[in-house]
């Protein structure tokens, strides 16, 4: 960008720090405001990473001067709804993971933002990573064939907390949109939307998956395999399969770090990707180059795609019976 670009924090939480600390390692960009549900805790946030100003609700961020794009880092439940109120007021939005509680949430927040021409972005923050630039090269050059197939999975252990926002219905909680939206993604990405969806699930005692497995069939007969779980831990890993070889995406596969290119019958090459930081900063990058060019959405992400994420998580959602309150609020 070639103005320094000042960035708007809703929801000072885990995954906003992260954020904020690597915007603190771009040159044109820094924090320049905060708001919480509590003043005292936007004033702590802000006065770690320098930003001017603090506000002790979601509203007042609307009115702040000289705001160039808000990140939203609430529990999925905020997503849809302080999206909206960014663009209506004008403001471009970088939301985090998953966009919205369901589909017609992710339609609603597309329509304000092709409405009022804003700039709005998923905060999927693997797609920006060179990793994936990179496995996208070797497989248009034919490096492992064609694709026959994807599989990752992610796993840890959640300690269990009924009111937080992991176990929670009230606040999206459950495996799938947590983080069985990065092994979705990784699937959409390389194989598109399939035809076919099968999913299980297992749920915890406050009702939400706590362990998902589904499967993606294509009309090509390519497949997706899909696992998440909040019970355990597990490698946390994705390949994918081609006719000639497999890529490697070492644990954890969703962060920067290693990857392998397995020809068959020929040597494996492993690529590592040096990042400072946590790795949030490539999407904050993206959003900056967009905003720069004045373009309305990303090219590397676009909205289509974060409808079709949706559309996905709904259907899997639908096999395995997961309905949510926020469910019922359309
Ligand atoms: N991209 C990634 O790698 C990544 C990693 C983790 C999480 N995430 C996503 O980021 C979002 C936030 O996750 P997190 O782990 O940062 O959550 P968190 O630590 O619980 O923080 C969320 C913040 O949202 C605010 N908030 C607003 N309404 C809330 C409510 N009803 N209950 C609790 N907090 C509420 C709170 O800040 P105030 O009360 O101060 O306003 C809270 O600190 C989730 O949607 C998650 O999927 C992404």
Redesign the pocket.
Known sequence: MSKTCNWGII??????HKFAQDLTGLKNARLHAVA???LE?AQAFAGEYGASHVFGSYEEILECPDLDIVYI????T??CAYTIKCLEAGIPVLC???FAMNLAEAEKMIETARRRRVFLME?I?TRFMPKIRQAADWISEGAIGEVISVKADFGFPAPMNPEG?LFNPD?GGGALL?IGIYPAFLNLLFLGYPSKITAVAHFSDTGVDDEVAATLEYPAGQMGHIHATIRNRTKTEAFIHGTKGVIHFHPHWFRPGNLSLIPEGDRPQDVYFETAGNGYQFEAEECMHCLDAGKPESDLLPLSFSLDLMRLLDAIRKEIGLVYPADGKE
């Open positions: 929801g000072p939480g885990r995954i906003a919480s549900r509590s805790r880092a609430t529990p999925h905020g997503h985090e993971k998953p905060a923050w926002r606040l947590d």
